[in-house]
């Protein structure tokens, strides 16, 4: 394939998760999903995430999947727009929306790449200014998936009002920061393994192509990133138990990270 047509990784991204059934989600999706939203629908995480506006509340979801987390997190908000490259993420976020009993002004979403060199109008189309001025922009699980994750960031707070947020959900590296992953190392010694033996596995992963950054981001890369794109106040979360990812031979640790649009 010459360099013209090479694909981008969002198409490569939009080809894989058209071929994904969440009807058909594993068991270790369902408890991955249930550990990202215990944290969203818990008493302190309104506070943690600290929206600035009262009332009327505009979120993008993007890059929204099945839309697990628009429904975790849909009562804050009177509007949700969830974006995705894959067309049949779309129709599940859809029946998400008509499960939630929401109206398409309530919950929509579109395809569409906001992050390409040449955005094209989403499909269904939606005026611009619903595509703007959000109180929250939330990406989760997906910017180890983009091309350029500081670009993107950038774009996407470029969406955001004046103090909206931006909120990452997404791993972090295995490198032995912290508690949970001393632990799975021991485990891992335990079995007669190591972790750079389950690094290498994770390489192997069959959807590695779809990845551009396999470890994740630590918190400094995290600060990094939200500085970049405009924005500070950053608070970060780790998951305290780390994650089974069968498919990929390992566990994972997640986090969740805010930070505000500044002035
Ligand atoms: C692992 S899924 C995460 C879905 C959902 N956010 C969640 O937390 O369950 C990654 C999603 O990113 C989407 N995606 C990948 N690249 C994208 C891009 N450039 N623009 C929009 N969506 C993208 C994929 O189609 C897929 O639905």
Redesign the pocket.
């Known amino acids: 394939m010459s360099a013209a047509t090479k694909e981008t990784l ?1 198409e490569i ?2 080809k894989h ?1 058209d071929k994904v059934s969440p009807g058909d989600w594993q068991q270790w999706v369902r408890d991955l ?1 249930g550990q ?1 939203v215990e944290f969203l629908i818990s008493p302190e995480f309104p506070a943690w995430l600290g929206l600035p506006s009262q009332g009327t509340c505009r979120m993008l979801d ?5 839309g ?2 628009s429904k975790g997190l849909k009562r804050h908000f009177s509007s949700v727009v969830g ?4 067309g049949s ?1 779309l129709d599940k976020y859809r029946k998400t929306a008509a499960d939630l009993g929401c109206s398409t002004d309530e919950m929509v979403g579109v395809r569409g ?1 906001l ?1 390409a060199d040449n955005v094209q109008p989403t499909d269904p189309p939606l005026p611009e200014e619903m595509l703007h001025n959000f109180d929250l922009v939330v990406i ?3 910017l180890h ?2 091309e350029n994750p500081e670009g993107a960031l950038q774009r996407l707070a470029m969406r955001l009002k004046a103090d909206g947020v931006l909120m990452v959900i997404d791993w972090t590296p295995l490198d032995l920061s912290t508690p949970a992953q001393c632990r799975y190392e021991e485990e891992l010694r335990e079995r007669g393994e190591s972790l750079e033996s389950v690094m290498e596995r994770v390489k192997g992963h069959s959807a590695r192509h779809t990845v551009s950054r396999p470890d994740g981001f630590t918190e400094v890369d995290m600060k990094g990133l939200f500085k970049q794109a405009g924005c500070g106040e950053v608070r970060w979360k780790l998951a305290e138990q780390l994650s089974p990812v069968p498919v990929a031979g390992a566990k994972g640790q997640l986090f969740w990270a805010r930070a505000q649009k500044l002035a």
Request: hydrophobic letters at 55%; charged letters at 10%.
């Open positions: 969002a991204n939009a998760f999903h990202v993007y890059a929204c999947g099945d697990v987390i974006v995705d490259v894959s993420m790449d992050l989760s699980m997906a998936h983009f």
